[in-house]
């Protein structure tokens, strides 16, 4: 129950939020109904944490699976990669490593 309503501080203000609170996405131009839930922060932590910003966006802006583990939205999720590289990283291939050279 405890997450269906509560106030969060987010950039120094209070807001409502939870799956209870009804909003719309908060992409520039996107009107898609969602509510404050969890499954539409970006971020894990209400407010804002290290990767989100605290937005809450619907599924179409909301980028799940880019090694984060939750929603981004679309700059987070760019900030996120341009830190921590691609997704598709993982692989590494160390025998196509190429060397530069330098000046010479
Ligand atoms: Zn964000
Ligand atoms: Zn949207």
Known sequence: MGYMHYEIT?????????????TICEEDGCTEQIDRGLGC????????????????FCGKHLF?????????CK???????????????FEGDAMTVTFAHNGG
């Open 41 to 56: 922060l970006c971020g894990e932590t209400p407010g804002g944490d290290e990767h989100g910003c605290g937005g809450y």
């Open 10 to 22: 987010r950039n120094g203000e209070t807001i409502q939020a939870g799956y209870g609170v009804e």
């Open 75 to 89: 700059r987070c999720d760019d900030r996120y990669e341009a830190e921590h590289g691609e997704p598709e990283d």
């Open 64 to 72: 799940i699976g880019s090694g984060v583990g939750e929603g981004l």
